[in-house]
T-cell receptor, first 114, second 112 residues
Framework: GENVEQHPSTLSVQEGDSAVIKCTYS??????FPWYKQELGKGPQLIID?????GEKKDQRIAVTLNKTAKHFSLHITETQPEDSAVYFC?????????????FGKGTHLIIQP | DADVTQTPRNRITKTGKRIMLECSQT?????MYWYRQDPGLGLRLIYY???????NKGEISDGYSVSRQAQAKFSLSLESAIPNQTALYFC???????????FGPGTRLLVL
């Protein structure tokens, strides 16, 4: 089945700097890659996603890149702000795959230092 | 997401007790999921349901059972709670025509 590795587990950056979270996946049939943000006391919320036919997608200060050959994808947050502090999860989806297709990484705790 | 609600939000129970966590959704999605979240372990799938008559075990189903009473409702039961079931539990939904899952706010469970 699919295996998703996420790094780092904790990331601390200065406010205003950029943050990058990386994920690798094992199943080359995976074709959809969402990123979720989980704030304290809340459920994970989708913030951006990318499909396998696209190499990069951007939405204001966040962007996701996908390298299908290397089977890795990354979340980039620029000009970080205090409200970016949260746990971020990557995931990979393969149609017809186990667990109804979606496998999550173990999460990255992003800390924005003032 | 207010479209997916979970009750209760917090629960303290004792070892051996039976408890039920409930999830309701107004998104009209056919698929529903129960996850467990532990620090450092991410989100692990307990059970998932394609529709009212289709229930499937996930990665960690032992010690849990579920009931899909209607398309909009999916309940998770711990028949005899044990301390290592202390965790944060999330319900999620998905439209089978799309890939995105939408999560509820979670239930924090403490088993003493």
């Amino acid at each position: 089945g699919e295996n998703v590795e996420q790094h780092p587990s904790t990331l601390s950056v200065q406010e205003g700097d950029s943050a990058v979270i990386k994920c690798t996946y094992s199943d080359s049939a995976s074709n959809y890659f969402p990123w979720y943000k989980q704030e304290l006391g809340k459920g994970p919320q989708l913030i951006i996603d990318i499909r396998s036919n696209v190499g990069e997608k951007k939405d204001q200060r966040i962007a996701v890149t996908l390298n299908k050959t290397a089977k890795h994808f990354s979340l980039h947050i620029t000009e970080t702000q205090p409200e970016d502090s949260a746990v971020y999860f990557c995931a990979a989806f393969v149609a017809g795959g186990g667990a109804d297709g979606l496998t999550f990484g173990k999460g990255t705790h992003l800390i924005i230092q003032p | 997401d207010a479209d997916v609600t979970q009750t209760p939000r917090n629960r303290i129970t004792k070892t051996g007790k039976r408890i039920m966590l409930e999830c309701s959704q107004t998104k009209g999605h056919d698929r529903m999921y129960w996850y467990r979240q532990d620090p450092g372990l991410g989100l692990r799938l307990i059970y998932y349901s394609f529709d009212v008559k289709d229930i499937n075990k996930g990665e960690i189903s032992d010690g849990y059972s579920v009931s899909r009473q209607a398309q909009a409702k999916f309940s998770l039961s711990l028949e005899s709670a044990i301390p290592n079931q202390t965790a944060l539990y999330f319900c999620a939904t998905r439209d089978s025509r799309a890939e995105t899952q939408y999560f509820g706010p979670g239930t924090r469970l403490l088993v003493l």
